[in-house]
């Protein structure tokens, strides 16, 4: 039945257009009867068109669908209104790789490692009031311009902003000759002194920045999360090298169960912490 409707449509379609070429014809002078054989001529030619032009430009569709996603995921992460735009296509196919429905929000997303979501890091920083960081030692965010934070933190001021650092003590029996061995150190003693190193560049920012607080824990690390507001990334410590090669999750506050919780995990162990002061002073 369907093919039928569409050879009826396609006939009234073919008589449209070969009434419409021969009075085009006509109007510039051929007789009738050159004007019904070039319509004839034409109309043959221009099926031929259509059906070429019916295959490729589904073709043409894809491969530009493809280039326009692939233009709008590589995005300069200062831009804000691209990274927004980057985050509606991210979640439009998310949406319909799960089968979800448009109005769903994604409260949790994965990353293969910190290294591909470091740019929404940094988005996230620059824009959040509430900061609070569970790390080992916090050079990678703090520890000189080359680190992704520390610009952005000494420009972060203000008695509306809190920025919390929670960072391993170099003193944490968690400091191990198997441990230095696996991260490519020569010595327990010597991931010790890098340690110190970066717990000294932190003290440092925290003078130059008064909404910059930080504290050392001497427990053994399972998870890094580093929270902005209401977005959290998380990774567990489960092989060296953590940013290249463990998953990185965000997750938002509209997943109240696992951001509650790990929210909570960092406030217990900030009571439980300590002043860096106290490292110096022989705690270690």
Known sequence: ?????????????????????????RAFGLSTQMSVNVALFALPALAAIILV???????????????????????????????KFKERVVGLVTRDVHGGEPN????????????????????????????????IRGERYF?????????????????????????????????????????????????????????????????????????????MPNFKILLFDNVMFVSAYIQPDNDRYTKMFRITREEPLLFTGLERSFDDLWIRSFSPDEVAGGRI
């Open 1 to 25: 039945m369907k093919n039928i409707i569409e050879n009826i449509i396609a006939a009234i379609i073919v008589g449209a257009l070969s009434t419409a070429i021969g009075l085009l014809l």
């Open 53 to 83: 032009s019916r295959n490729l430009y589904p073709r043409y569709q894809r491969f530009l669908t493809i280039r326009l996603v692939r233009k709008a995921l590589s995005v300069n992460p200062s831009d804000e209104d691209a990274v």
């Open 104 to 135: 769903e929000s994604y409260s949790i997303r994965v990353y293969p490692n910190q290294l591909d979501c470091e740019s929404k890091i940094c988005e996230a920083f620059r824009r959040a009031k509430k900061v609070k960081i569970l790390t």
């Open 143 to 219: 520890a000189g311009s080359r680190s992704l934070l520390h610009d952005m933190c000494l420009a972060k001021r203000g008695d509306d902003l809190s920025i919390q650092v929670l960072v391993l003590s170099p003193g944490s029996p968690h400091i191990t000759e198997q441990l230095a061995t696996s991260l490519g150190h020569t010595s327990a003693e010597r991931t010790r002194r890098k340690m110190h190193n970066t717990l000294n560049y932190l003290k440092h920012l925290a003078d130059q920045n008064s909404s910059f607080q930080m504290k050392c824990y001497d427990e």
